[in-house]
Structures are given as C-alpha cells and as structure tokens.
C-alpha cells in the first residue's frame, strides 16, 4: 500500500506530504486568490466586514480642454499621470461637446448612436437612446453609480426634472444654466435647485467648487457601503459662458457683425481666488497660429483672413481666462484624489481624467471653436490611473473616446446590451509600449453616416449629403460656426471672403477622418480633402492630398475610410495593414 502511495503522489519514499490536504487546499485557494485579479485585471479590496469589493471608477471629464493647457495642471499631472498612464494620442470620434459625451456614454461612434451634433435634427440629447448606456449597465452590474454636471447638450430643456436611467444618485445640471459659473441649476434626483444668480460672484457658490464638493462628499459616502461605485463628474471649464450671463447684448453682437472681424468665444469667469492669474501669459509658439501660406487648404480655411492683431489681443484674453478657469478644476482633483485616500478607497480606484474636445486658438486661422479633427481640437488629454496600472508612464498607441465605455464595462464586469466600438485600455495601461496597428475614426454631421462620402475614382461626391439629411450643422461650420453652441458661442461674424453681390450659401464642411500610423486624412462631403504626415509635419502645415509621393498613402487611407466609416462593433475595432511609406 506504501509503494502504491508513493507511485502515484511522487512524494516520496515516505508517501507523506509535508502539508496535510486540508493545508493544501488552503494553499491553492490562497493562490488563486492571488492570481484572480492579475487574471482579471481588477482588483478587489476589503470592507469593513470583509467582504470583496471590485474596483470603483471615477471619470472626471472637462469642456473643450485642448492638449496644451495640461501643462498648467500640476496636481492633476503629478497625481494621475505620475501615478498613472497618459495617453499621447487620445482623439475625440467627433470633436464636438454633445456627439462626443453619446460616445463616451453608449460606446459607439455618431454614425451608430445617431448623436451627430449638438442640436436637433441631427442631434442633441433626445437623440440618445439613455436605455442603452455606461451608467444602466454599470447599475445592473451592482454598481453605485452618479453623475455630477454637464450632460450631452439639451438635457433638462424639455422636461428639468427627468432623471435619466441608470443613476442611483443624479446632479445633472440643466440646459441652458449649465454654461454659467453662477446661477445654474442642478436636478439633484428630481428636484430642480438653483445655484447663486448670474450677476453675482458668490465664491462659495462657483460651480466648479460646487461640483468638487458634491463629488467628494459621495466618494466619502460610498466608503461606508458594500457596493462599488461608479462617479462620472462633468465641469463645464474651460468651456466658455453663456454671452448673455456675462452682460454681453444684442447691441454687442450686431457691432461685432458690423465691424466684420473674426469671432473669439470669451473664457468663463475663473474661481475668484485665481483671476489674473495669468494675466500676462502669452499664446504659445505654434507656426500654425495664423498660417501664411494656406493654398493646401479646402476653401473654408483658405479664405479666411488673417489675424490681425487685435484679434489676436482677443485670442489671448481668452486663452488666459480659460487657463485661469482649469485651475479650480486642477484643486478639484486633488481634493477628489486626497478623499480616496483618506477613506482607503484609492488603491481601489480606477480614475479617468479627459476632456470631450478641444480647441482651436487661431490655429489655421481659426480664431475659436472646435469641430475639426484636426490638432488643436481633434486631441484631447487622456490619463488613467488604478489597480495594475503603470505609473508615470506615456502611451503611444492610438485611442479615442470610442473606447470609454469598453474600458469602464471592462474594469466593472458589465455587460453591454449594444455592439461596443471601442476596445477596454487596461491593457494599454498596464503596458503602455503595448502597440496594435487599429485606426481611429473622426466624424461629424452629415459625414456621421453609414454610406461614405465618395472618395476620387469611387464616384462623384455628393454635394450636401445623401436625400433628407439635415446640413444645417456642416453648412453653419462652413460659414464660420465651428463653436456650435447656440446660445454659448460668440456672436456670428465674417470669416472670409464675401461675395460682392451678398453672401454666398455656404456649403457644408462635414467630414470623416481616418487616423493611421502617423497620418490623418481627412474628405468632406464636398470633396475637399487634407491629409498630413504627422512624423514630419506636426502642425499640419502642408496637406499631401495632392502630392504624387503620398499617393498610395491616400489611396490606401480612402479605401480604409469607406470601410471603417460603416463599422458596427467589431469591425471597428479590426488592425489595418501599415500605410504605404512616402515614395
């Protein structure tokens, strides 16, 4: 019987464990326990009753924060991207305040979700379907979830009170409060309240403090409880005000329209404590501020005027309090990051910092807005911080809003009731030289749709969208709106050239973009096309549309683009091969 022990166990002469098997099976348990969160990537932490908690999710999203302005973000810098992975080449699908939050919420591009602009007919919230959404799949996952602030453009007009699904405690702010820093109103889970009034500089009321508090008192809340929680937090900076809360008239407007000059979008009123705060910055170097030499590019740039200088006075007025208005957003962090360590929540927090889109400071002539996919609006901040994640590390691989949900599903065990576009960046973030060959779609408007804008030998371009499609949007960009946010953009002025017999109809500027190892190519509907070479040429100075060397480069983008601007799911998310090198 000894020798039979010993043949089949191998442990021996002495057919004797040194473990019992009630040992043994306590040491694998303890092992597996080990190995599930590395497998899962999600770690677990212990409440006070020890019982597993799976991570919480923390998403802090800012309103139209270009790329540059991260560096004036100390305390966000050192606490999340210090911490955590920031990724290099982060890009809005549509850099555009209402599409791009539909995407972060259902995890689809425009062209699936149907969100294709700000407003009615082509978008705006109404035109999301909230069943189908990140905070009901994270509620049925056993999350505690809420949301403070804005919400995808429109929310609140039609009915203030609703409580869109899938929130278990909801601050939304309603439309159109959400654009002033004093005097908004928040429906706080059904009941509408109002914060300050307009005309009076209340700091205990500023609404980006209103909102840290409000955030920080919920992560307290939830150290308390069992469930994980899932807080998506919304401010409205840098995003400007609404033009009427800042004593701005219609007297203000006709002499702008009058007197022909470039809009500029005025900055939303800073925290008080830090007005003039950067009162002497100057706009950063960039050779494509005002570029001189446009030829390369499509009509609507390219008669653009110049900016003099006292439109660039105007630009700079705004960049600085714009600036000025991210540092309350900047203390913000902190003191949502200082509440999760000190109620032992942190270690167990995933935290998303990012911002819908960006803007333009008279990059190509423009002199504000956004729209575009090109830099200065089309890339965003991205940094994600959490359980596995690399710290101080950059992110090389191309990502996009498209891939918040996924990623959020991803950390949560959610289950989406959709096709997902995006893919998770876990992986991503727990090894950022990680690198795949997948493109990233960029879309708007009219060129947000199924059928693709034909590209050269594929046919004749369409002139204004196929039959029934609304073109308000693209033809409103054309004339000079790259803002689009109704009562919340500066007033309408020429940006061009005139027709002597009267203004000429614009033509819609609607697009879809395909970014690819180091390119970005963009068409429009009206056939007008851009593409760049971004390793050479980072500003976008020169278009290579129309230069022989890059011809298999564009002809291999194009034909990729009329399969990726139909994607559902999966497709979306498939590698290309790599694009043919400059000859």
Not at 294 to 304: E, Q
Not at 494 to 507: D, E, F, I, L
Request: one cysteine or more.
């Amino acid at each position: 019987m000894e020798t039979t022990s010993t043949a089949k166990t191998g442990m021996g002469t002495t057919g004797r464990s040194p473990l019992s098997g009630m040992a043994v099976r306590s040491a694998l348990l303890g092992l597996l326990l080990l190995l599930l969160p590395a497998a899962t990537g999600c770690l677990v932490q212990n409440d006070s009753q020890g019982k597993k908690k799976r991570p919480n999710v923390l998403v802090v999203m800012t309103d139209d924060q270009w790329l540059e302005s991260m560096r004036v973000m100390s305390r966000t810098r050192k606490l999340l991207g210090d911490e955590g992975v920031t990724f290099d080449r982060y890009h809005p699908s549509t850099p555009l305040c209402c599409p791009s939050r539909s995407t972060y919420l259902s995890g689809q591009f425009a062209h699936n979700n149907g969100v294709r602009h700000n407003s009615a007919p082509q978008g705006g919230y109404d035109k999301l379907d909230e069943k189908k959404t990140l905070p009901v799949w994270m509620q049925k996952a056993g999350y505690e979830t809420s949301h403070i602030g804005k919400y995808p453009n429109g929310y609140g007009r039609k009915d203030p009170e609703h409580v869109p699904p899938g929130w278990d405690e909801w601050r939304g702010s309603v439309d159109p409060t959400t654009y002033q820093m004093w005097g908004y109103k928040l429906n706080e889970n059904g009941k509408v309240h109002t914060y300050g009034k307009p005309d009076e500089e209340d700091p205990k009321l500023y609404q980006t403090d209103v909102y840290r508090d409000k955030g920080a008192d919920f992560i307290k809340r939830q150290a308390e409880g069992d469930k994980p929680f899932f807080l998506s937090l919304a401010f409205l900076a840098p995003h400007g005000e609404n033009i009427k809360a800042q004593g701005e008239n219609s007297g203000d407007r006709q002499d702008a329209r009058r007197a022909k000059r470039p809009a500029v979008g005025p900055a939303p009123r800073p925290a008080p404590r830090h007005k003039g705060e950067f009162a002497n910055e100057k706009l950063p170097e960039n050779p494509a501020y005002s570029e001189s030499d446009m030829r390369d590019k499509p009509a609507f740039l390219k008669n653009r005027p110049e900016l003099d200088s006292e439109t660039t006075e105007r630009i700079t007025e705004s960049y600085r309090g714009r600036l000025e208005s991210l540092l309350a957003v900047d203390e913000a962090v902190e003191k949502l990051m200082n509440t999760l360590k000190s109620t032992g929540q942190l270690d167990n927090t995933y935290v998303l910092f990012t911002a819908d889109n960006g803007f333009f400071f008279g990059e190509h002539r423009v002199p504000t807005g956004k729209f575009l996919p090109h830099g200065a609006s089309g890339q965003v901040p991205m940094l994600l911080r959490g359980p596995g994640i690399a710290a101080g590390q950059h992110s090389k691989e191309l990502t996009s809003n498209a891939d918040l949900a996924a990623t959020i599903t991803d950390i949560g065990g959610a289950d989406p009731d959709l096709a997902l576009d995006g893919r998770s960046l876990l992986p991503y973030g727990r090894d950022p030289r990680k690198r795949s060959d997948r493109p990233v779609l960029q879309e708007i408007a009219e060129g947000a749709r199924r059928t693709p804008t034909a590209g050269p030998g594929h046919g004749k371009p369409p002139a204004a969208g196929p039959p029934n499609d609304d073109v308000s949007a693209g033809r409103a960009a054309g004339a000079g709106d790259l803002d689009q946010d109704g009562e919340a953009s500066p007033p309408a002025a020429s940006q061009g050239k005139q027709n002597r017999k009267g203004p000429r109809k614009a033509r819609s500027v609607a697009y879809e973009a395909i970014r690819a190892d180091r390119y970005l190519y963009i068409r429009y509907v009206t056939g007008a096309r851009e593409l760049y070479d971004l390793a050479t040429d980072p500003h976008e100075l020169t278009s290579r549309h129309n230069d022989p060397d890059y011809a298999k480069a564009r002809t291999f983008l194009d034909r990729r683009l009329d399969k990726l601007q139909g994607c559902v799911g999966e497709e979306c998310r498939e590698e290309i091969p790599k694009v043919p090198e400059p000859e």
